[in-house]
């Protein structure tokens, strides 16, 4: 079968390798969509760890082909989303519930095969059924969708908050959603590509603003911004050092502001601590998807969420190394391999 396979830094392949064949208690899945994450390409770079020689992937979608000994829960022809984060349930975080902070945590597409490739093998345990109108393409999307429902429930958003949203893309864009559903009553984005503003107002966003117009701080919570006084939450989703470092200067007194966005390891920026300290700012960081990914696939079989125009780019197995190399284009949101 096809693979897309990480044979080390710089080193990204599509290759013919041997079918799988699923163990105990695991699935074996014919992969019909696969998304590309900023994170691919954090991998390719060796700015995110992994373990390779692996087959990438981590947000996809498939049909149950075979269950190995002892599997359950599912039956072939089944239409599955895969939470690629297997974690052990034995260390100190497992044991007192963050299961997103294990110790020993591997996920699909990272440290195990995942779903650029004909097939995968899924543990049933990170398996969660989807109904057979649910589009691929769509299912695809509970990965990051689970990830962006981890950083609302962080930010507590309150019905009547609002919420300034950094970065426009699918991350952002799923976020602009999400709040809205959480009760937000404005819900502003900051983003620099035009297409990805009308895009957001057309998803829910409130008002949109162009970080390159001018200062983007003031425009959103100075005294004639969209936001005086500035937002009740923030969300960074963009992984960039300009968001970085206006997130804390866009929240109100009081507010809380919630990293979703992911940075090179390594790269830093400069925040002020008194600023956080005075103002008594709320800083937390959101890491993938503890217990979220049965919501989002819930979200996902409702219709609730606009997913169709998040996908700009539909491709096979064959182009995914070239659009894994190169980084995102402009107007791409997602771009999504296709059986």
């Not at 049909?63 to 974690?87: H, W």
């Not at 949203?165 to 900051?190: E, H, N």
């Not at 200062?215 to 960039?240: F, T, Y």
């Amino acid at each position: 079968m096809k693979a897309v396979r990480l044979e080390g830094l710089e080193q990204l392949f599509l290759r013919d390798v041997a079918p799988p064949e699923p163990g105990p208690g695991e699935l074996l899945v014919r992969v019909e969509a696969s998304g590309v994450c900023g994170t691919d390409r954090h991998l390719l770079h060796g700015s995110f760890p992994s373990t390779p020689p692996v087959t990438i992937g981590h947000e996809f979608c498939g049909i149950v082909e075979a269950l190995g000994p002892g599997a359950s829960g599912f039956a072939i022809g089944d239409r599955i989303t895969a939470d690629p984060n297997i974690v052990c349930g034995r260390c100190e975080p497992c044991q007192k519930g963050r299961i997103n902070l294990c110790r020993n945590l591997r996920a699909l597409g990272i440290q195990r095969d995942g779903g650029f490739a004909t097939h995968a093998i899924v543990p049933q345990s990170q398996a969660y059924g989807l109904p057979a109108s649910v589009k691929p393409e769509h299912g695809a999307f509970c990965e990051p969708i689970a990830c962006c429902l981890h950083g609302i429930d962080m930010a507590q958003i309150q019905a009547g908050a609002t919420v300034a949203v950094l970065g426009g893309g699918v991350i952002g864009l799923l976020t602009v959603q999400l709040a809205r559903l959480a009760g937000a009553r404005q819900v502003v984005l900051s983003t620099r590509q035009a297409s990805r503003r009308r895009l957001a107002e057309d998803l829910g966003a409130t008002a949109t603003v162009d970080p390159t117009a001018g200062d983007p701080v003031a425009a959103i919570s100075g005294p004639g911004g969209v936001l005086p006084g500035g937002a009740d939450v923030v969300i960074e989703c963009a992984g960039v050092p300009d968001t970085m470092r206006q997130m804390t200067h866009v929240a109100r007194a009081g507010g809380t502001v919630v990293v979703l966005g992911v940075m090179p390891k390594g790269e830093t920026v400069a925040w002020e601590p008194f600023d956080v300290l005075f103002r008594e700012l709320r800083v937390l960081g959101s890491f993938i998807n503890p217990f979220t990914h049965r919501r989002a696939a819930e979200l996902v079989a409702a219709g609730t969420l606009q997913l169709d125009p998040l996908v700009t780019r539909r491709m096979g197995l064959d182009e995914v190394v070239n659009v894994v190399r190169q980084p995102a284009q402009p107007g791409e949101v997602k771009a999504m391999a296709v059986a």
